[in-house]
């Protein structure tokens, strides 16, 4: 384990790939290899990019990529792709699409699979991004699924949310009842030479007026045809003011601690899951489901009474 945590964080590809299979596949030194790396964690800029299908947010990604390599920064890419009920794996494989990249050292590529999880991304993704924080990167980009899962919970992992829509897709409507409006910190319209662009525009600034979360940060809405390079420049200055508007009004902060709050919470409601599956199949329940059976009690007189039994209380 020392050795593999050093070349980690020495940023060995190859390692790093190993922890994040340890962490995907959950095996049993998965909680000492992220208690090890934890005190590395934090100085990573975290950006997640969701939206509809269809809207180009590989190809964005890609861009993107390109963008933060030109300032000198290293870069790590979770790609969470939807997967495949045969096999398990990730089946859009949105490290094809970033193939120019491969052979550069400051960038490292993963695509996941979500594994049935809603919320447009894999249970292990907080995970990953602590790897991936500890091996030295600056910026690390999550794209979400985006294929009709609620991608909100991409709001408890990244510092700042880019939603991404295009022209004459339906998006707006479909993006505001997914919650997606609520939870941007900018806008892209990507494939803004395509018809509809200003209609797009006006649609977004009125439900950013009807939203109105954040008193002290407007959302911009920005163009690009990342396909052709065009809009870049725009964007990574709006996802550098909002960095800096983060850390200037001490939002950053506030932020990750909830995050880490929530991510607690969230390990004790698995773990007492896990706890509750195994007491499920014991013969004492089998017991009370026949008193349930017969109407001798209710479901929550047993529900109660098995709570008590697999997580007594001591007074």
Known sequence: MENLLKQILEGNKRSVGKAISIIENDLPEKVELLNQLYPYTGHAK???????PGAGKSTLVDAIIQVI???????????????????????????????KHALDPNVFIRSMGSR???????????????????????????ETVGVGQSELEIINVADTIMVVLHPGGGDTIQAFKAGLMEIADLFVINKSDLPGVEKLIHEIEMLIEMTKINANWKPPIIKTISTNQVGLEELWAALQNHQ??????????????????????????????????VAIY??????????????????????????????????
């Open 69 to 99: 390599r030109q300032t000198g920064a290293k870069v790590g890419v979770i790609a969470v792709d939807p997967t495949s009920p045969f096999t398990g794996g990730a089946i859009l494989g949105d490290r094809i699409r970033m193939q």
């Open 46 to 52: 975290v950006i997640g990019i969701t939206g509809p």
């Open 282 to 315: 014991t013969q004492f329940f089998n017991k009370e489901l026949d008193q349930l059976v017969n109407k001798e009690r209710s479901p929550e007189e047993i529900a109660r009474i098995m709570f008590e039994k697999i997580c007594p209380m001591k007074s």
């Open 116 to 142: 049935g999880t809603l919320g447009g991304l894999a249970k292990t993704t907080r995970e990953v991004v602590r790897v991936l924080d500890s091996m030295g990167n600056d910026y690390i980009l999550i």
């Open 244 to 277: 800096q508007y983060l850390i200037e009004r001490g939002v950053l902060q506030k932020q990750r601690t909830s995050f880490l709050k929530r991510e607690v919470v969230e390990l004790l409601h698995h773990l007492f899951q896990q706890k509750i599956d």
